[in-house]
C-alpha cells in the first residue's frame, strides 16, 4: 500500500474481533471491529513494516502490513538531467600483479581509483553472490549458492591483517612452492577455480588460526561479533551448510549436491543438523569469518569510491534466483519448489530455450513468509553499493519453470505478486538510498514496462537490440533518461566478436545451434544489422570518411570500435556503462549461454592488467573523448524530432 491512501481490509467471519496495529518504529493502535465489515485504520500511516493482529477468543490471525513510496530512489543529479558514465565489470577477470588468479577486492580498488581520476562516476559488478568454498566447479555468479552471502574468493588475503600478522601464514606465503602455484594461477588466460579456491582456503585458514589468539576485547574479535549478531541465523545456517558440506567430504562421501546427502541432514532445522552445529563450531565459524572479511572488504571499496567523489560510486547486478541444490535452498527448504527449474522461453536468440539450475520461489510460501526472504536478500545486496541491476527484471511478474527431467519448450509461466514485490523495492531503494535497475531481455509480459517506468526502475539498453520495427538503429538521443546504455553484456558477445559473429560460429561448432540452415539465417540477419550500425553510426556523424560503408567489406576496426562508443556516448540514457572488453577489443566471450559442459563459461580473463589497460595512451585518449560528450549538451536531433522514447 502506498503511504497516505486509506487503508481498509475486509474481515471475514461473524462475530467481535479485537484488533492491534503494531508500527515498525514502536507504539500501536487498536479497537473492536465485527466480522463481515471492512477495518479502515484511523490515521495515515508511515512507511515501514508494520503488522496487524486480529484476536477472536483463543484464536489468533497475523499479517504483515507494508506501506511504500510509490517509487524507488533517484539521485537528484540524474532526474535533472545529469549523464554520467562508469565500467562494468565481471570482478573474476580483473587481472593485476597483485592478485591470486582471480580479480579481488583489492583490483576493485585500484579500478575505482582509476575511473574515478578519469571523470567516471560509477564502477559496475557482476552478482557478487556466495558460491560455495566446497563446490569450486560451481562458478556461475549468476547462479550462485546464497543471495545473502558474498563471494569470499573475492577476499583480497595481503590485505588481511590476521594473515599479515600470522608467522606461520607469512612462512607459507614466501615459500618457493606457494610463489609457484600463486605465479602459475595468475599468468594463467583462465581463472582456475580449484586451484584458487585451494590456495585462498589453505591461507586463510592459517589466518583464521591467528585471529582465534585475539583477546575476547580485541577490538577486530568484537566487531567480528558484531557481526554474528546481526547475521544472526542466515548467516549460521549458511556456514552450517558450507561446514557440513567439507565434513560429509572428509569423510569420504561425495555428492553433486545436498539433494543426495543423509537424509538427516538434509532438514536444515533438523536434529542432525543441529547436533552438527553444537560439535563443529569452530569450522562453522571458520565459513562465518570469511563471509565478515568479504563484507569489510566490500564496504571499504564502496567507502572509497565515496572519498573518491563518485556520483554514484558502486552498482552490483542481482542474480535471478539461487541454484536448485545450494545454501539458500536448503536453509529455506518449504520456500521453493523443488520438481521443476527456472528456464527461459525459446527464441530466435536461443531457439533451444533454457533450462537453468535456478530453483523456483513458490509464490504462495513468499506470501506466507510476509515476503521476508525477498526482504532479506534485497537489503543484503543494496548494502555498500549505490544501485542494483535486477538480472531478467520480469521474473518479479513472472517466471517460466521448466519440470524437472524434462525441455525448456514443456515449462510455463508460473506468476509473481508483482505490485507487492516492486513496493518492497520501492520501499529498501528509498531507505538505502539505492537506485534500482532492470535487465529487460527477452519478452516482457503486458503492463510489466508501465509498472517499471513507475516505479523510477532504470532499464538496461543494450545496442545490439535498440533497433525500430524497420531494423534501424535508434538516434542516441532517442535512449530513454531513465536507462543505462551499453553496448553489449555478458551473455552476449564482445563487439568485436558481435562483427566478426563469433558468437554464431561458436554457438553452431558446440551443438547449441540446430543445422546449417538455421546458421545461415543467423548470419544473414546479423550482417544485416551490422549494416545498420554501420548506417547509423555514418548518419550521426560518429566515423571518419575513410571508413568503409558496406559493412561485409567493413572489418572490425580501432575507428570502428571508437565510433561504436561515441554513439553511446552522445546518448540521452542518464547512466552509461562501458566494458573493459570493449576498450582491448577482444573477441573471446566470458559466456556461452547454454554452452557451461562445452565452454569454460565464468573464467576469460581480461586480456591486459589493470596497470597496462590505464597506462595506454589510446585508451587515455578514448577516455577522455567520452568524458567530454558524457557532460556536454546532448546534441539535438537533425529532424526535430522530441529526444527520448
Known amino acids: 500500500m502506498a503511504r497516505g491512501e486509506p487503508v481498509t481490509i475486509w474481515v471475514q467471519g461473524n462475530g467481535r474481533y479485537r484488533w492491534t496495529f503494531h508500527y515498525e518504529q514502536g507504539g500501536l493502535i487498536e479497537g473492536e471491529i465485527v466480522g463481515g465489515t471492512f477495518l479502515t485504520l484511523p490515521e495515515p500511516l508511515p512507511q515501514g513494516y508494520h503488522r496487524l493482529t486480529l484476536e477472536q477468543d483463543e484464536r489468533r490471525w497475523r499479517c504483515q502490513a507494508i506501506v511504500a513510496p510509490v517509487c524507488c530512489y533517484e539521485p537528484e543529479a540524474l532526474s535533472q538531467g545529469k549523464r554520467w558514465w562508469g565500467v562494468s565489470v565481471q570482478l573474476y577477470t580483473l587481472r593485476s600483479q597483485h592478485n591470486w588468479g582471480i580479480g579481488d577486492f583489492g583490483d576493485l580498488k585500484t579500478l575505482l581509483e582509476e575511473v574515478a581520476r578519469r571523470g567516471g562516476a560509477f564502477v559496475g559488478l557482476n552478482p557478487l553472490h556466495a558460491l560455495s568454498p566446497s563446490e569450486p566447479d560451481n562458478v556461475n555468479p549468476y547462479c550462485p549458492s546464497s543471495r545473502y552471502g558474498i563471494n569470499t574468493l573475492y577476499i583480497d588475503v595481503n590485505h588481511v591483517d590476521d594473515f599479515l600478522q600470522s608467522e606461520e601464514a607469512q612462512r607459507w606465503w614466501r615459500s618457493d612452492e606457494t610463489q609457484r602455484r600463486v605465479s602459475v594461477v595468475r599468468g594463467s588466460r583462465w581463472v582456475d577455480y580449484p586451484a584458487v579456491t585451494t590456495l585462498k582456503l589453505d591461507a586463510l585458514r592459517l589466518s583464521f588460526q591467528h585471529f582465534?589468539?585475539?583477546?575476547?576485547?580485541?577490538?577486530?574479535?568484537?566487531?567480528?561479533?558484531?557481526?554474528?549478531?546481526?547475521?544472526?541465523?542466515?548467516?549460521?545456517?549458511?556456514?552450517?551448510?558450507?561446514?557440513?558440506?567439507?565434513?560429509?567430504?572428509?569423510?569420504?562421501?561425495?555428492?553433486?549436491?545436498?539433494?543426495?546427502?543423509?537424509?538427516?541432514?538434509?532438514?536444515?532445522?533438523?536434529?542432525?543438523?543441529?547436533?552438527?552445529?553444537?560439535?563443529?563450531?569452530?569450522?562453522?565459524?571458520?565459513?562465518?569469518?570469511?563471509?565478515?572479511?568479504?563484507?569489510?572488504?566490500?564496504?571499504?571499496?564502496?567507502?572509497?569510491?565515496?572519498?573518491?567523489?563518485?556520483?554514484?560510486?558502486?552498482?552490483?547486478?542481482?542474480?535471478?534466483?539461487?541454484?536448485?541444490?545450494?545454501?539458500?535452498?536448503?536453509?529455506?527448504?518449504?520456500?521453493?519448489?523443488?520438481?521443476?527449474?527456472?528456464?527461459?522461453?525459446?527464441?530466435?536468440?536461443?531457439?533451444?530455450?533454457?533450462?537453468?539450475?535456478?530453483?523456483?520461489?513458490?509464490?504462495?510460501?513468499?506470501?506466507?513468509?510476509?515476503?521476508?526472504?525477498?526482504?532479506?536478500?534485497?537489503?543484503?545486496?543494496?548494502?555498500?553499493?549505490?544501485?542494483?541491476?535486477?538480472?531478467?527484471?520480469?521474473?518479479?511478474?513472472?517466471?517460466?519453470?521448466?519440470?524437472?527431467?524434462?525441455?525448456?519448450?514443456?515449462?510455463?509461466?508460473?506468476?509473481?505478486?508483482?505490485?507487492?514485490?516492486?513496493?518492497?523495492?520501492?520501499?529498501?531503494?528509498?531507505?538505502?538510498?539505492?537506485?534500482?535497475?532492470?535487465?529487460?531481455?527477452?519478452?516482457?509480459?503486458?503492463?510489466?514496462?508501465?509498472?517499471?517506468?513507475?516505479?523510477?526502475?532504470?532499464?538496461?539498453?543494450?545496442?545490439?537490440?535498440?533497433?525500430?520495427?524497420?531494423?534501424?538503429?535508434?538516434?542516441?538521443?532517442?535512449?530513454?533518461?531513465?536507462?543505462m546504455a551499453t553496448v553489449t553484456t555478458h551473455d552476449l558477445p564482445t563487439l568485436r566478436g558481435y562483427w566478426q559473429s563469433i558468437d554464431l560460429m561458436l554457438a553452431h561448432e558446440l551443438g547449441l545451434c540446430s543445422g546449417d540452415v538455421l546458421l545461415s539465417r543467423r548470419l544473414k540477419a546479423r550482417e544485416q544489422a551490422k549494416q545498420a550500425l554501420l548506417d547509423a553510426l555514418h548518419h550521426y556523424g560518429h566515423l571518419p570518411q575513410r571508413v568503409g560503408r558496406n559493412a561485409t567489406l567493413t572489418t572490425m576496426s580501432t575507428q570502428l570500435n571508437r565510433g561504436v562508443q561515441r554513439y553511446l556516448a552522445e546518448s540521452a540514457s542518464g547512466l552509461l556503462g562501458l566494458r573493459l572488453e570493449e576498450w582491448l577489443d577482444m573477441a573471446t566471450p566470458v559466456c556461452v549461454p547454454g554452452g557451461e559442459k562445452q565452454y569454460p563459461n565464468w573464467r576469460r580473463k581480461l586480456s591486459r592488467s589493470l596497470d597496462s589497460i590505464f597506462g595506454d595512451s589510446y585508451l587515455e585518449r578514448l577516455v577522455r573523448d567520452i568524458d567530454l560528450r558524457r557532460n556536454g549538451p546532448l546534441p539535438s536531433r537533425n529532424d526535430g524530432t522530441p529526444v527520448g522514447r
Not at 558484531?226 to 565434513?247: C, H, K, M, P
Not at 545436498?258 to 571458520?286: K, L, N
Not at 536453509?331 to 530455450?353: K, N
Open 212 to 483: 582465534n589468539l585475539r583477546s575476547a576485547l580485541d577490538p577486530r574479535r568484537l566487531a567480528f561479533q558484531q557481526f554474528i549478531s546481526r547475521g544472526g541465523d542466515r548467516l549460521q545456517q549458511q556456514a552450517t551448510y558450507e561446514a557440513l558440506y567439507v565434513w560429509l567430504e572428509r569423510h569420504g562421501e561425495t555428492f553433486s549436491d545436498w539433494g543426495q546427502w543423509p537424509e538427516c541432514y538434509q532438514d536444515a532445522q533438523g536434529e542432525s543438523v543441529v547436533c552438527f552445529r553444537e560439535t563443529h563450531v569452530e569450522e562453522i565459524m571458520f565459513y562465518c569469518w570469511l563471509q565478515w572479511l568479504a563484507h569489510e572488504q566490500l564496504a571499504a571499496c564502496y567507502d572509497h569510491s565515496k572519498q573518491l567523489g563518485m556520483p554514484l560510486g558502486l552498482y552490483r547486478e542481482v542474480a535471478e534466483g539461487v541454484a536448485c541444490h545450494s545454501a539458500d535452498s536448503w536453509q529455506e527448504r518449504s520456500l521453493f519448489c523443488h520438481d521443476a527449474s527456472i528456464g527461459a522461453v525459446p527464441q530466435t536468440r536461443m531457439p533451444q530455450g533454457q533450462s537453468e539450475p535456478l530453483a523456483p520461489v513458490n509464490p504462495v510460501q513468499l506470501q506466507r513468509y510476509g515476503y521476508q526472504p525477498f526482504i532479506d536478500m534485497i537489503r543484503s545486496n543494496m548494502a555498500h553499493t549505490s544501485a542494483v541491476c535486477l538480472h531478467h527484471v520480469a521474473s518479479l511478474m513472472r517466471e517460466w519453470w521448466v519440470p524437472q527431467e524434462r525441455e525448456s519448450e514443456d515449462g510455463g509461466f508460473i506468476y509473481y505478486p508483482v505490485d507487492d514485490l516492486l513496493a518492497i523495492l520501492a520501499l529498501e531503494s528509498q531507505r538505502h538510498r539505492c537506485m534500482v535497475m532492470g535487465d529487460e531481455q527477452g519478452v516482457l509480459p503486458e503492463g510489466m514496462v508501465s509498472k517499471l517506468r513507475d516505479s523510477r526502475i532504470y532499464s538496461c539498453r543494450v545496442l545490439f537490440f535498440e533497433r525500430n520495427q524497420q531494423g534501424e538503429f535508434y538516434a542516441p538521443q532517442d535512449y530513454p533518461p531513465r536507462s
